[in-house]
């Protein structure tokens, strides 16, 4: 098997054939998805723990649901209920679960670094399911797969993500993803949420109006905006914002008439995407998180070492 | 007490203007003699041969952390690790627990460096009592002590109407305003420099004009009270330009500059490396060649390290939440060096750098070399080859960024008061 890394930190260290590997894994372990069961021996007798610090729906669910549908014993635990409430370290929080000998730990955390940070710390795979603002490398995969299933292709694509671009580790994964798969990022979003930089990391353009950020674009990805996060410091009201940056059924015709509609989620109905376009027919969000779980079993499947997928 | 008697170095004094190979004699704590071919019986004899012989240097910022938090450095361990770098005379900021803001305080560091130092310890009192910004320390009382500056370092002072009137009270007393420049509204909760680099890591990021912003009124406000502002750690081509232009107009102003922001960029933290992340953090490349160039064209008064220990606990811990700050007493000297080898300065104004410049900033009797004065002098070996191992540093903190690093130069002897405090 030519895939060689022992972690899965981020889109950046990986290679187009690195992307490649990865997705038409994805590709065959979709099926096992659709089965009566829904079952594979791959990994059978091996532990993968989930150690979500941040609130997760999605990539949580599709980790564990991954992992055992691969046959895995996956555990999941949750920053709010470890002793990470007690003040534990980060360090002695993977130390701990490293000495029950898990194969793989999933995590996710709020300091971009920290998969980087138990990588140099455990001796079993790390696999970031999303670092702060730095990384998501699983939503990347997942989103470069829904795009290729829709469009065919990814070289060549003109792909506009819109959004709060300063904080969002799915840009950042998705412009290395993207780019190195030959496709062209656009990216948009207020001016406060526009990082230094940002175009150095892959094919990207920053454009400042929205309008022109989507023109003829052949897929929209709409980022949440984060309310939390914002207070009245970064944006005036999320009123302006969904004016000027909200994606609704009148500014969704500036792009291709074929244009694929995606969001990671969780979405802000109203705010950065209007309920008319995120339930519409351009829509494939729900094809993303389908995509998702075939992704993270090719991922954890690929990290673990094992010789041979058995899916048949 | 012994004689010592150093012969044969290239003896530089940039306060005394001198720079020439000759002998130097020690008794009794004074330096009784500089000349040619001197004799003295029964003096230990050390031979400077192609070694430099300067004033003891001076480190004008250091952090002994010494009362209240000693298990990152105290006063023995600190100065043991400013003799190691060749350092006979440290300034020490007040930001320990409790604040140096008294009597009580600064005696007892006085005290403790009588018993325990290895050097010369000049106590910086802070600007606001208990560092709360509110209201201003006693500073009358405190120079009769023996303080001749006063900083709020590590935090700034927010509230311009007290900067104002701390100048003014610090003037007559001829007090030094030390100011930790920087808006912490525009910093926000960045980790370091803003910059493609933070974009890329994900990092939140300290944009220079939170220094440079800062800068300009502590400059503006000592140019309307006619203070002596000097401003510490400076690491912006904007603040470099702020305080040369402001030099130009005749502001009584200086500055220091640290060996790490003269040395890296935020590149170094690539990799979320802890030891790369301190207040104010490493800056663009741009910003490193202006503070180059500010020491270069005499922008930049002094080297100062801004020693900042800290135990490994606060630094093994993902970036975001790591302490600010790295060790600097003992690769100062072979960074600064370094200066000299890149042809940016010449050997006479490094050693003032590390002498009579912060000597001269601050306000303290230090960084003289000559007949009747103080014997604080440091031989030093510029050839010396060495490899910085974090781990055997002196200090009790190990968190500096050049572990693994060839460093070229080294302290031979660092000699206080005219006793061997150190020798390699």
């Known amino acids: 098997m030519s895939f060689k890394h022992k972690h899965i930190l981020g889109i950046e260290q990986m290679s187009k054939e690195d992307i490649e590997i990865i997705l038409d894994t994805a590709d065959a372990f979709k099926e096992i998805n659709a089965r009566d069961i829904k079952k594979v021996p791959t990994l059978r007798g091996k532990t993968i723990i989930n150690a979500f610090f941040e609130a997760s729906t999605r990539t949580r669910l599709s980790f564990e649901i991954a992992g055992k549908r691969l046959s895995a014993d996956t555990v999941n635990i949750s920053g709010s209920t470890s002793s990470v409430v007690k003040g534990e370290t980060l360090e002695d929080t993977a130390k701990n679960i490293e000495a029950m000998a898990p194969d793989i730990i999933v995590i996710r955390h709020g300091h971009s670094g920290s998969p980087h940070y138990l990588a140099e710390r455990v001796g079993c795979s790390v696999v970031n399911a999303g670092d702060g603002a730095h990384e998501h490398p699983s939503q990347a995969l997942l989103d470069v797969m829904t795009m290729r299933e829709h469009k065919d292709r990814i070289e060549g694509l003109e792909v506009a993500i819109i959004g709060d671009i300063t904080h969002s580790r799915v840009v950042r994964s998705n412009i290395y993803c993207l780019s190195k798969m030959g496709a062209k990022v656009r990216l948009c979003g207020p001016g406060t949420m526009l990082p230094p930089g940002i175009e150095k990391l892959g094919n990207v353009k920053v454009y400042t109006d929205m309008r022109d950020a989507i023109k003829d674009v052949d897929v929209i990805m709409m980022l949440r905006i984060q309310m939390e996060r914002q207070s009245n410091i970064m944006l005036p009201s999320l009123r302006e914002y969904a004016r000027f940056y909200g994606l609704n059924p009148t500014n969704v015709k500036l792009a291709k008439s074929d244009a694929i509609v995606m969001h990671p989620g969780p979405m802000n109905r109203g705010v950065e995407i209007s309920s008319v376009v995120a339930d519409g027919v351009q829509n494939v969000i729900l094809d993303q998180v389908e995509n998702g779980v075939a992704v993270r079993m090719a991922l954890l499947y690929l990290v673990s070492g094992v010789e041979s997928m058995q899916t048949s | 007490?012994?004689?010592?008697?150093?012969?044969?170095?290239?003896?530089?004094?940039?306060?005394?203007?001198?720079?020439?190979?000759?002998?130097?004699?020690?008794?009794?704590?004074?330096?009784?003699?500089?000349?040619?071919?001197?004799?003295?019986?029964?003096?230990?004899?050390?031979?400077?041969?192609?070694?430099?012989?300067?004033?003891?240097?001076?480190?004008?910022?250091?952090?002994?952390?010494?009362?209240?938090?000693?298990?990152?450095?105290?006063?023995?361990?600190?100065?043991?690790?400013?003799?190691?770098?060749?350092?006979?005379?440290?300034?020490?900021?007040?930001?320990?627990?409790?604040?140096?803001?008294?009597?009580?305080?600064?005696?007892?560091?006085?005290?403790?460096?009588?018993?325990?130092?290895?050097?010369?310890?000049?106590?910086?009192?802070?600007?606001?009592?208990?560092?709360?910004?509110?209201?201003?320390?006693?500073?009358?009382?405190?120079?009769?002590?023996?303080?001749?500056?006063?900083?709020?370092?590590?935090?700034?002072?927010?509230?311009?109407?007290?900067?104002?009137?701390?100048?003014?009270?610090?003037?007559?007393?001829?007090?030094?305003?030390?100011?930790?420049?920087?808006?912490?509204?525009?910093?926000?909760?960045?980790?370091?420099?803003?910059?493609?680099?933070?974009?890329?890591?994900?990092?939140?990021?300290?944009?220079?004009?939170?220094?440079?912003?800062?800068?300009?009124?502590?400059?503006?406000?000592?140019?309307?009270?006619?203070?002596?502002?000097?401003?510490?750690?400076?690491?912006?081509?904007?603040?470099?330009?702020?305080?040369?232009?402001?030099?130009?107009?005749?502001?009584?102003?200086?500055?220091?500059?640290?060996?790490?922001?003269?040395?890296?960029?935020?590149?170094?933290?690539?990799?979320?490396?802890?030891?790369?992340?301190?207040?104010?953090?490493?800056?663009?490349?741009?910003?490193?060649?202006?503070?180059?160039?500010?020491?270069?064209?005499?922008?930049?008064?002094?080297?100062?390290?801004?020693?900042?220990?800290?135990?490994?606990?606060?630094?093994?811990?993902?970036?975001?939440?790591?302490?600010?700050?790295?060790?600097?007493?003992?690769?100062?000297?072979?960074?600064?060096?370094?200066?000299?080898?890149?042809?940016?300065?010449?050997?006479?104004?490094?050693?003032?750098?590390?002498?009579?410049?912060?000597?001269?900033?601050?306000?303290?009797?230090?960084?003289?070399?000559?007949?009747?004065?103080?014997?604080?002098?440091?031989?030093?070996?510029?050839?010396?080859?060495?490899?910085?191992?974090?781990?055997q540093l002196v200090s009790k903190s190990k968190n500096t960024p050049f572990d693994g690093w060839k460093m070229k130069g080294a302290a031979l002897f660092t000699i206080v008061g005219g006793k061997i405090a150190y020798q390699r």
């Open chain 2, 1 to 391: 007490m012994a004689k010592i008697l150093i012969k044969g170095g290239r003896v530089i004094s940039p306060a005394q203007k001198l720079d020439d190979i000759c002998d130097v004699l020690i008794e009794k704590g004074k330096v009784t003699a500089i000349g040619r071919d001197l004799e003295a019986q029964g003096a230990e004899v050390v031979d400077a041969d192609g070694k430099i012989v300067t004033p003891g240097l001076v480190d004008i910022h250091v952090h002994l952390r010494d009362p209240g938090l000693e298990y990152k450095e105290d006063i023995a361990s600190g100065t043991l690790s400013a003799v190691t770098g060749g350092f006979s005379s440290i300034a020490c900021m007040p930001n320990t627990e409790p604040v140096n803001d008294n009597q009580s305080v600064t005696n007892y560091i006085l005290n403790k460096v009588k018993e325990e130092g290895h050097c010369r310890v000049f106590p910086i009192a802070s600007i606001t009592k208990g560092l709360q910004g509110e209201s201003m320390t006693e500073m009358g009382e405190l120079k009769g002590l023996g303080v001749h500056g006063v900083s709020d370092d590590g935090k700034p002072v927010s509230n311009a109407q007290l900067m104002r009137r701390a100048m003014e009270y610090a003037k007559p007393f001829g007090i030094t305003i030390v100011t930790h420049a920087e808006d912490l509204e525009l910093v926000g909760s960045g980790v370091m420099n803003e910059g493609p680099v933070s974009t890329e890591l994900g990092l939140k990021g300290i944009p220079w004009v939170a220094e440079d912003a800062a800068t300009a009124r502590e400059i503006m406000l000592a140019e309307f009270t006619g203070a002596h502002l000097h401003v510490a750690h400076v690491s912006t081509k904007g603040s470099i330009d702020l305080v040369r232009q402001a030099k130009k107009r005749g502001v009584n102003v200086t500055c220091e500059a640290t060996p790490h922001h003269f040395t890296l960029t935020d590149e170094a933290v690539r990799g979320y490396d802890t030891n790369a992340k301190m207040n104010p953090p490493l800056r663009s490349a741009e910003d490193r060649e202006a503070v180059r160039q500010g020491i270069a064209d005499g922008t930049v008064d002094a080297i100062a390290t801004d020693h900042a220990p800290h135990h490994i606990d606060e630094k093994n811990v993902e970036f975001s939440i790591a302490m600010n700050g790295i060790v600097g007493l003992e690769t100062a000297l072979p960074l600064s060096l370094q200066l000299v080898e890149d042809g940016l300065i010449n050997l006479p104004k490094a050693v003032a750098l590390l002498t009579c410049g912060p000597a001269a900033a601050l306000g303290i009797p230090a960084g003289q070399l000559e007949e009747g004065g103080v014997a604080d002098v440091t031989v030093i070996d510029p050839e010396l080859e060495w490899t910085v191992d974090a781990q």
